[in-house]
């Protein structure tokens, strides 16, 4: 009898359909890069009405934009909520609490403010596709996995123990796997901008998720890329 199989996400993860709906085109070759480097599928509409076209197909996700030529993004929002509850984030450069209200109104679900960080963009799409997708709560890489729901962490099948800061440092990096960090960016995703502390506490702590999710292992996930930062490789 064949031995079973060590589970892996290869098969319950998608690739998810952002629909990017902007017309200044630095912004949107931009995000699409950035969202396409984080693991998404990245469809473009640079009007309303293309963009509204597209939004009834069903994507995973729409980026939309207030400003739109040919149909506003107040009104495409408005026409696909009457049709589709698929997630929608809005973004925009009016930062007024009345026009916040008014999308939110329309039926957007999130509204992010010009200018905004990719991470947190990135954050807000994945919390949203989260609420969708209850797989998106387990986040993986080959054969180590992370059950967010239950607070759970293991590899090759085995249990793996973490302290809290461990787990959320392995949480961001699992949450943008593939990229390189700079110890900066690790710090204050997992620490935040305002804790008083050294960026080189990340040193201490990969070395510590280290010694549990890679040391046991043949194959290493984490790694290091001499001059920037850190990486985890799927």
């Known amino acids: 009898m064949s031995a079973t199989p060590t589970p892996t996400l290869s098969d319950e993860r998608r690739k998810y359909k952002v629909l990017l709906i902007e017309d200044d085109a630095q912004i949107t070759r931009v995000l699409k890069l950035e969202l396409e480097h984080e693991g998404f599928d990245v469809e473009t509409a640079a009007d309303g009405l293309s963009g509204l076209e597209k939004a009834l197909k069903e994507p995973d996700l729409v980026v939309l934009d207030l400003m739109l030529p040919k149909l506003d993004g107040m009104e495409v929002c408005a026409r696909v909520r009457a049709k589709s509850r698929v997630p929608i984030i809005m973004l925009t450069a009016k930062d007024r609490i009345p026009d916040r209200v008014a999308g939110l109104d329309r039926g957007a679900?999130?509204?992010?403010?010009?200018?905004?960080?990719?991470?947190?963009?990135?954050?807000?799409?994945?919390?949203?596709?989260?609420?969708?997708?209850?797989?998106?709560?387990?986040?993986?890489?080959?054969?180590?996995?992370?059950?967010?729901?239950?607070?759970?962490?293991?590899?090759?099948?085995?249990?793996?123990?973490?302290?809290?800061?461990?787990?959320?440092?392995?949480?961001?990096?699992?949450?943008?796997?593939?990229?390189?960090?700079?110890?900066?960016?690790?710090?204050?995703?997992?620490?935040?901008?305002?804790?008083?502390?050294?960026?080189?506490?990340?040193?201490?702590?990969?070395?510590?998720?280290?010694?549990?999710?890679?040391?046991?292992?043949?194959?290493?996930?984490?790694?290091?890329?001499?001059?920037?930062?850190?990486?985890?490789?799927?």
């Open 109 to 234: 679900d999130d509204y992010v403010v010009k200018p905004f960080s990719i991470e947190e963009l990135v954050a807000r799409i994945r919390a949203r596709l989260r609420e969708r997708d209850p797989h998106e709560n387990v986040l993986g890489a080959k054969d180590l996995l992370m059950d967010r729901d239950r607070h759970e962490v293991s590899r090759a099948g085995q249990q793996i123990h973490l302290t809290a800061k461990e787990y959320a440092l392995l949480e961001y990096l699992l949450l943008h796997r593939n990229k390189v960090h700079s110890r900066d960016e690790l710090f204050n995703g997992v620490w935040g901008s305002d804790f008083l502390g050294d960026s080189n506490l990340i040193d201490v702590y990969i070395r510590y998720l280290r010694g549990k999710i890679d040391d046991p292992f043949e194959e290493k996930l984490i790694q290091t890329v001499r001059g920037v930062g850190y990486a985890l490789k799927e």
